[in-house]
């Protein structure tokens, strides 16, 4: 009796302490510097898709020329690939690539750079202002997607090209012989099928500074023809709607209008996201791909609205198919993206959010793979990873499964009317390898964040491997010279339902962590 009245007495005072704390702000502070993640693997999302880790290649500046491809450096093959790109893109585990544009599709005619390469045309490219010699057309770049065992998915011109020329190119590829394109690439050069599965309608159709730009009515009526005619010539491939990209305009009403059109023949709704730190404002920034998540959550209820409307019983994904971190340059030759240790964090969000809606979001591409706004970096006498490539290094390499529902509770900031969680997590469940991979942003800029990693289903049981990428300051950026973001590797022993684990300040840390048998 007497011990219960002891106890009840030091909770009374505890309790007292605890209001008193809560009072000053700085014991606030304190106390706020702490976050909860708890796992379950039962709480599942969905598949991830291997192909969100996609990438994308542009004629545009130097991606393809003096990028991914340089006849004549001695860094590149005997087809004119640069072999240390090759070496990058298969580190990076692309699985699939998007190709020609971009902008730049919008006036490409894809017959222009086919056959004996001295007799392809010089054009002008419209879209952004150089002269394409057509040097690097279809046959090349299937030829590379070989070399770098990556799966290419071609967009087709729906701004200055025909249905004719949408479902030729099918043709060219895909049928194996005895019809006039398909005879026409055993000429020149390629028996096989190139088998492309992956086909674009058009690229950004609802941006007025595209070549060819339509509205919601008309592009989707011509989209429908050209799709009716590209799954005549091969019933198997899956097609991209060219969803919103001009998020100025009634981007809702676009996605909507589209699919009435569309939810019969298309496999994906494209979405595309740029953001930046224009204003230098930190915070701002890093909360920034808060509106990419949103355009998944609202396309997605357009796509389940549109479908309830129809017979099929396929699904209608959304291929993220570009986003990045674009403000500075303009892509072309020494105006070049070179990201910084910021940038490199708001990437990860980005793949954050593509797990956490791995239900519906089932291909992702980076845009684009080289020079431009680009994870890989060439020179005349070599290449060097910007900090962008480690965040999608270690998600492609190691984040596949089934995406979870993490709950998470973290210390916040205040965002004019918005509260945002300091800590951006994503997780997943590789059943095969029974382990849990655990993404973390910690986009506190000044204070690392002290959190109880918690399972809810069994028992973290091994050696945990922690990735981080860091570095002293949040505008450090890499070069030729000097890698100061990178990744940095360490080893944590887990075992029980919970460990803590205190991620830094301005970091993004992936753990992965074995589970015990169950
Ligand atoms: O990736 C660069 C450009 O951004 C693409 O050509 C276009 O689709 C987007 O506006």
């Not at 991209?240 to 019969?264: C, F, P």
């Not at 204003?279 to 701002?284: G, H, I, K, T, V």
């Not at 480690?390 to 390499?397: D, E, I, R, T, V």
């Not at 800590?423 to 800029?445: C, G, H, P, Q, T």
């Amino acid at each position: 009796m007497k011990k219960i009245t002891l106890i009840s007495r030091i909770s009374f005072l505890y309790g007292v302490i605890q209001i008193i704390v809560c009072l000053t702000g700085d014991q606030l502070l304190a106390q706020n510097d702490h976050a909860r993640i708890k796992i379950d693997i039962e709480r599942q999302v969905g598949e991830i898709d291997k192909m969100i880790y996609g990438n994308f290649v542009e004629h545009l500046g130097r991606c393809i020329y003096g990028g991914l491809y340089e006849p004549g450096s001695s860094l590149s093959d005997k087809n004119g690939f640069r072999k240390d790109v090759i070496q990058a893109t298969k580190e990076l585990n692309v699985p699939i690539v998007r190709w020609p544009g971009g902008n730049f599709v919008s006036g490409y005619h894809w017959e222009d750079g086919i056959g004996p390469v001295e007799k392809r045309p010089v054009r002008m490219d419209l879209a952004w202002g150089y002269r394409e010699n057509n040097s690097f057309g279809t046959d090349e770049f299937i030829d590379w997607c070989h070399e770098v065992q990556t799966e290419p998915y071609f967009c087709v011109n729906l701004g200055t090209g025909t249905m004719d020329e949408a479902r030729n190119w099918v043709e060219y590829c895909n049928i194996e012989k005895g019809t006039y394109y398909a005879d026409l690439r055993i000429k020149n050069g390629h028996k096989q099928p190139h088998k492309v599965i992956y086909w674009g309608l058009g690229n950004e159709m609802d941006g007025s500074w595209q070549m060819g730009h339509k509205n919601a009515e008309d592009y989707g009526k011509f989209a429908l023809e050209t799709a009716k005619l590209m799954k005549g010539i091969d019933k198997n491939i899956k097609l991209v709607a060219s969803g919103s990209s001009n998020y100025g305009g009634d981007w809702i009403n676009w996605n909507r209008t589209i699919l009435e059109y569309l939810k019969d023949q298309v496999d994906f709704i494209s979405l595309h996201n740029y953001t930046g730190n224009r204003s230098n404002n930190y915070y701002e920034y890093m909360a920034s791909t808060r509106f990419a998540e949103k355009a998944i959550k609202i396309t997605e209820g357009i796509i389940q609205a549109e479908l309830s409307k129809t017979k099929r019983n396929e699904p209608i994904y959304i291929a993220f198919d570009e986003y990045n971190v674009w403000y500075r340059a303009k892509g072309e030759e020494g105006n070049e993206e070179i990201y910084n240790l910021e940038d490199a964090l708001v990437v990860a969000t980005y793949l954050n959010t593509f797990i956490r809606n791995a239900n519906i979001v089932k291909m992702a591409n980076m845009a684009q793979l080289v020079n431009v706004i680009a994870p890989i970096f060439t020179t005349k006498e070599g290449s060097w990873y910007q900090t962008i490539f480690y965040p999608l290094y270690l998600f492609a390499n190691n984040c596949h499964g089934t995406a979870l529902e993490t709950f998470v509770d973290s210390p916040v900031y205040q965002l004019k009317d918005t509260q945002i969680p300091y800590l951006d997590v994503s997780s997943a469940f590789n059943k095969e390898k029974n382990e849990v991979i655990l993404n973390v942003v910690n986009r506190d800029k000044e204070r690392l964040i002290i959190t109880d990693i918690i399972s809810q289903f069994g028992i973290f049981d091994g050696e945990a491997e922690i990735y981080q990428v860091n570095s002293k300051d949040i505008k450090d950026q890499n070069s030729a010279a000097k890698l100061l973001v990178k990744t940095n590797k360490g080893k944590q022993n887990v075992k029980g339902a919970n460990f803590t684990y205190s991620f830094p300040a301005h970091s993004y840390t992936m753990i992965i962590i074995p589970l015990g048998s169950r």
